[in-house]
DNA sequence: AATATCCGATTGTACGGACATTATTCTTAC
DNA sequence: GTAAGAATAATGTCCGTACAATCGGATATT
């Protein structure tokens, strides 16, 4: 278990006069090596007396830095031992692209879609409960059957008020996210979303799509998207066959 | 905007020969403050310079203690105003055993539970997946039948790993939570955790526990828990009643 | 009275050194 | 050969100092 060397590493120098910090200016630097690739999980760094010196400061800051790549999950240390890479770079908690495309892309399959179902029209009594609070706003309605390969997943229906971005069924959201959509072209930033997981079993609808038997247990996820002002944006219902989908969710440290 | 005087506080003294770094009996010894209501939200700690001297410690023990109450929420700093105790102490976004005692009163409902089974061992074939990376690990392991006023809930089944806290069984969980213990008992600190959510259908011992009847969908909710080492400590398989309970999560961007 | 300036208090950043603790590796004794 | 012990290497704890940045209030100026 050999460390890597300070000459395998193209570390940046910092900048003393920089109002930034040095110790952050250091963060960013090995977080930089660790998403490019030229650190790997499992790798061992340097030790820390090395970097400091490589680094150009004292021992002190050189640990203010790794203490806080430590407390973000960066990297592991152990007395005695060494410095760490971390398995998996911390990601945002928060997805803006689509996870479903990116879910079924991790698991080494290629998805795709159909629609069942589309239309332009306004909230009425018949909309998800989440969405009467706008009654008559004007919406736009998606219902799609989405695979992982050749295999139904997710039957998805989703109402999208559309009172602050007029057209948007202009869009193929085959191609796009929702939310890269929203914000490139209407400068909608997206603020918050939570998800409701549920479990029941399938009836004679998600039967036929998902094929699966009656009475198969199917998570029901629904999805509720706000926007920073306040306003929901989007709700979707979702049907999942469980024995091939599971949602997964990781929360980092305080 | 006054800070609170040192002969104010009934701080009490640090061990420097105990193995336990100073830092974290002088956090244990604020948290103590804080919680007993010694000190309160929008209080003014001391200055760390005062504090240090009452301790007896050097300022860069104090100001480790202080910057490891930040990251854990109980204090916010600001430089040129003071340290301030915020309004909610610590809260478990974190705690297993908490957070279904939260949810339940959330609901208006009494949480209570019920204990299966118990065991001190260690980590075999037949634990979790999740927990392999540690054979032979000792491991406390804990199958609950958890109430909503009367009716059940959920089936639990927990192994924590001891390796890092020995006699962790000695505390009383129904009293504490898991991520409080490990932080003042062990000075471990919670760095991140996973859910994974499918749905299965209630099988026999299902049925009995949960009174439902056989092929009734539950939701299976599978927590891991990882500290700042990187290590696993924690591994709980739960399935709930579908009709009683929701997962839900918020994400909030950036 | 309103504005600008200074100053003290407090936290933030950064340097240095000393020794402790932990894990690994190497040596030695049997 | 194996096991105990010693040396080594790495992180962890703790101390000291110096100066910078920030904030609030007091003072001075207009």
Redesign the interface.
């Given at each position: 278990m050999v460390s890597k060397k300070i000459a395998e590493l193209s570390l940046q120098q910092v900048n003393h006069n920089s109002p930034v910090p040095l110790y952050h200016q250091i963060e960013v630097d090995l977080q930089r090596l660790m998403t490019a690739g030229e650190l790997l999980p499992q790798d061992v760094l340097p030790p820390e007396i090395e970097l400091s010196r490589a680094y150009g400061v004292g021992r002190h800051t050189m640990r203010m830095a790794l203490s806080r790549l430590?407390?973000a999950?960066w990297i592991?240390?152990?007395a005695g031992r060494g410095t760490?890479v971390?398995?998996r770079p911390p990601r945002?908690?928060?997805y803006?692209d689509d996870s479903f495309t990116r879910q079924m892309a991790n698991m080494g399959m290629v998805a795709h879609s159909r629609v069942l179902d589309s239309a332009v029209s306004v909230i009425d009594a018949r909309s998800p409960a989440a969405l009467q609070e706008h009654p008559g706003a004007p919406c736009f309605y998606l219902a799609r059957l989405r695979y992982g390969d050749a295999m139904p997943i997710v039957l998805q229906y989703a109402h999208i008020i559309t009172e602050r971005c007029p057209h948007l069924e202009q869009f193929d959201f085959g191609q796009r996210s929702l939310y890269e959509v929203l914000s490139t072209e209407y400068a909608l930033?997206?603020?918050?979303?939570?998800?409701?997981?549920?479990?029941?079993?399938a009836d004679r609808v998600h039967m036929e799509h998902l094929r699966v038997r009656r009475?198969?247990?199917?998570?029901l996820v629904k999805t509720s998207v706000f926007l920073?002002s306040g306003d929901i944006i989007e709700h979707t219902t979702s049907y999942y066959r469980?024995d091939r989908y599971?949602?997964?969710?990781?929360?980092?440290?305080?």
């Open positions: 430590t407390s999950g592991a240390r152990q760490f971390r398995e945002p908690a928060f803006l930033v997206v603020q918050r979303l939570t998800h409701t997981v549920s479990a029941v079993a009475g198969t247990p199917l998570l920073d469980a599971e949602y997964s969710v990781t929360r980092t440290g305080a």
